[in-house]
């Protein structure tokens, strides 16, 4: 199994639509989460955090559930420019190691 | 500006010929990552290092070679034993022991066969 598992998409949604990714960590000792967002043909860079309370920004939203080591990040009213690759980050402090998701990409149509 | 830098941008190899991709980072980050992305495709990983002079093999290491002398720095050698070395790659760092802070990316090097 692996140590982090996203959603495998493709997420094809029309604009305006609300879509939810999930992403699940199999070592309970993990200790900082997070969303990127890949571009096509470029580096991914941070979207936000994901805080044990959850958090928000803007149309984004991310939760953590620790019970069933398990983060999520909401999009509300999508737009055509959220369409991207969103990969979730896990570190394990104990580890040294931050392990990456393979990414799920969303289309959004108009 | 700190910060984690790959370079070239774009290389061309020929075949049987081994290459090196450079990635420095001055984020003061213990861990470096190698990445390799294929079109459409998520990341694989290839080796990762989480302290100077050592390093770890990641899911695809077969064919590619790492150093870790430095702390800053973490190149990526493509062998000529890697039969299908044409990819986007990207080089990463963290501080995975400090709580809530998040990885970095390089701008990726692509690397095309000829």
């Known amino acids: 199994r692996k140590e982090v598992e996203q959603d495998p998409g493709p997420f094809n949604v029309p604009e305006g639509a609300t879509v939810a990714f999930n992403c699940t960590y199999s070592n309970s000792a993990s200790q900082s989460f997070f969303w990127y967002r890949q571009d096509c043909r470029k580096e991914p860079k941070l979207l936000m955090s994901?805080?044990?309370s959850g958090n928000e920004d803007g149309r984004f939203t991310a939760q953590l559930n620790r019970a069933s080591q398990y983060i999520s990040l909401l999009i509300r009213d999508s737009k055509l420019s959220d369409s991207a690759t969103y990969l979730c980050?896990?570190?394990?402090?104990?580890?040294?190691?931050?392990?990456f998701g393979d990414g799920t990409t969303l289309t959004v149509k108009p | 500006d700190g910060g984690i830098t790959q370079s070239p941008k774009y290389l061309f190899r020929k075949e049987g010929q081994n290459v090196t991709l450079s990635c420095e980072q001055n984020?003061?980050?213990?861990?470096m990552y190698w990445y390799r992305q294929d079109p459409g495709q998520g990341l694989r990983l290839i080796y990762y290092s989480q302290i100077v002079n050592d390093f770890q093999k990641g899911d695809i290491a077969e064919g590619y070679s790492v150093s870790r002398e430095k702390k800053e720095s973490f190149p990526l050698t493509v062998t000529s034993a890697q039969k299908n070395p044409t990819a986007f790659y990207l080089c990463?760092?963290?501080?995975?022991?400090?709580?809530?802070?998040?990885?970095?990316f390089g701008q990726g090097t692509r690397l095309t066969v000829v």
């Open positions: 984020l003061n980050h213990d861990a």
């Open positions: 980050v896990v570190n394990n402090n104990n580890a040294g190691k931050s392990t």
């Open positions: 994901v805080y044990s």
């Open positions: 990463a760092s963290s501080s995975p022991d400090i709580t809530n802070t998040e990885a970095f």
